[in-house]
């Protein structure tokens, strides 16, 4: 398997037509929708689009997209965009970052040369890591996708394919948040071999009840407002979570025929679940919204990324071994207060070999582009632990 240099250009006719497409679109009725209580908001999506037409421009942020060293591949008929960029020290660490949904690799953009040049960074050239930043199947540049049956844990063994057979890492370490972190605990579990260390910021402990704890009564001192918290905050996950597991290609028609309905859909997630307290803009510059929603329109991945659910809610987790824990790969797990699932810490030490467990002061569910300084930091002092050891 070989690797080829990739580069984003996208026609300047997709551009034209998006901008035709965003001049003609036909608003819906929106009222008594100040606080967003029925869903995303006429009047900041109003704004929203005057900005992307006027004001934002896709070829300065496809330039700082192509200014990391982008690659694709194909494993096993999945077609793999990468960014891989190595190590500013004498003994950098391999490191793959796997992102979620709503999310795309460029959430990861951050972290990328404070982990790779640590020493123009105000840090320690013995933390250099090679980081190796993907699109998952299905997302982004990772398309076209044109085979069924992949999810979360199939990624974990392209992910191996990728980090041994393509890029030559026979260890390494791996990140995720979201679905990305489903992939990070698939790879510690069945691949303790070649995983040198794990570092999640939404916990996927994997076993019976998946990464949800039985009750309440799990969770310790510290912890007593966790579970409804939990429970509350997931309920704004519902809607998607619903309609993507069960008729993704319904939702996908207006997805890919709408670019105002795309950014409704992905915008009123990144709100609800950022620690943004209403503001989304306190946690995402309109530049980081818009890049969001182009990289879905541009590469019309829509329709894939949701049927990543449809695959997954039929394709039950099953253990690729009965040793205890469940995940033998050391494990750091960062607690991001606004987080969409929080474990108790006591379920986090059963079902893992958990190492570090760091209580974080601010962030939500997209940690890396949320609080990147934090989960740079976290990543280099669980690594330095692993390496010494």
């Known amino acids: 398997m070989a690797a080829e240099p990739f580069t984003i250009a996208i026609p300047e006719e997709s551009l034209e037509d998006l901008r035709a497409r965003l001049r003609q679109t036909r608003w819906a009725t929106d009222f008594g929708n100040d606080d967003w209580r029925y ?41 793999i965009h990468f960014i891989h960029e190595k190590g500013k020290g004498p003994n950098p660490t391999p490191l793959i970052l796997t992102h979620g949904w709503p999310w795309t690799f460029w959430d990861l953009n951050e972290v990328i040369r404070p982990l790779t040049d640590p020493a123009s960074f105000g840090g320690d050239p013995e933390d250099a890591f090679d980081v190796i930043v993907p699109s998952l199947p299905g997302f982004g ?24 057979d393509v890029l030559e890492y026979d260890q390494f370490g791996a990140q995720g948040g979201d679905w990305g972190a489903f992939v990070t605990a698939q790879l510690g579990h069945k691949y303790p071999e070649h995983l040198m260390g794990i570092h999640m910021t939404l916990p996927w402990l994997l076993g019976e009840g998946g990464f949800m704890p039985a009750s309440a009564d799990d969770y310790g001192p510290g912890e007593e407002d966790w579970f409804e918290q939990m429970n509350t905050r997931m309920q704004s996950a519902a809607s998607h979570v619903a309609v993507h597991s069960n008729d993704p290609q319904t939702l996908a ?26 503001d989304i803009e306190k946690s995402f510059t309109k530049e980081h919204l818009i890049n969001t929603v182009m990289i879905y329109w541009l590469t019309e991945s829509f329709s894939t990324t949701v049927r990543y659910y449809w695959e ?26 606004r987080e969409l699932i929080l474990v108790p810490r006591k379920l986090a030490e059963e079902r893992t070999n958990l190492q570090r467990w760091t209580l974080m002061p601010s962030g939500g569910h997209f940690a890396p582009a949320e609080e990147p300084e934090l989960v740079v930091e976290d990543l280099r002092a669980f690594f330095r632990t692993i390496k010494s050891a």
């Open 39 to 79: 869903g995303a908001n006429e009047e900041y999506l109003h704004e929203f689009v005057d900005y992307w037409l006027n004001n934002y421009d896709w070829r300065e942020q496809e330039k700082k997209m192509n200014s990391f060293a982008n690659f694709k591949t194909e494993i096993d008929g999945v077609p």
């Open 141 to 164: 540049f990772s398309t076209p996708l044109r085979k069924t049956g992949v999810q979360p844990v199939q990624t974990a063994d392209l992910w191996l394919k990728l980090m041994r």
């Open 253 to 278: 028609y207006a997805m890919n025929d709408s670019p105002v309905g795309l950014a409704a859909w992905l915008i009123e997630r990144r709100r609800n679940w950022s620690d943004c307290d209403g």
């Open 312 to 337: 997954n809610a039929r394709a039950p987790w099953t253990a690729s071994h009965d040793r205890k824990p469940t995940i033998e790969t050391p494990t750091a797990i960062a607690v991001f207060p």
